[in-house]
């Protein structure tokens, strides 16, 4: 018999099809391939206990990637610190990892969340053409989002 784990990771797998999301559909089959060979008792909790770091350590690898290989140097930043939108690129990258930080907590402290953020986000690549940014970004976001509601809360009194 099918456990209801691998029942809730067919259906992910199923919508990551659907809505074409490839990195959702390596992480599905990869997970499950973990599982059905046995492995998952071994990894499983090194996953959840450093899969974000690491994942965070490879989209750095990949965000510096083009500074290593010289495509990027100091004569581009040096241009950039003439343009304004260079600049308000800087306080988007900044207020992002800052909001992206709270997505760590967030995650780090309710698991469950991240289900909702994988399926909302499937749905905005499905329904609306969106790009799919990831756990922490959006996981900041809702955080951000629930401590808004949770201060309007408390000043009507609720």
């Known amino acids: 018999m099918i456990s209801h784990a691998t029942l809730f990771m067919l259906i992910l797998l199923g919508i ?15 997970l499950l391939i973990v599982k059905w ?3 998952g008792d071994k990894l499983f909790p ?3 206990q450093k899969g974000l770091n690491i994942g ?6 990949a965000v510096l990637t083009p500074i290593v290989t010289g495509d990027i140097g100091f004569r581009h930043l040096a241009e950039a610190a003439k343009s304004s939108y260079a600049w308000i690129a800087l306080g988007a990258g900044v207020l992002v990892a800052l909001v992206a930080a709270s997505g760590v907590d967030l995650l780090q402290n309710d698991p469950h969340i991240t289900v909702a953020l994988v399926i909302g986000t499937i749905m905005a690549v499905a329904l609306f053409n969106g790009v799919a940014v990831g756990p ?3 996981a ?14 408390n000043l009507g009194g609720g």
Do not use: E, H
């Open 16 to 30: 990551a099809v659907v809505a074409r999301n490839q990195s959702l559909m390596v992480a599905v089959l990869f």
């Open 37 to 39: 060979t046995g492995l």
């Open 46 to 48: 090194f996953f959840q």
């Open 56 to 61: 965070v350590t490879v989209i750095t690898i």
């Open 136 to 138: 922490l970004i959006g």
């Open 140 to 153: 900041g976001v809702a955080y951000l989002t629930m401590k808004a509601f949770s201060f309007f809360m």
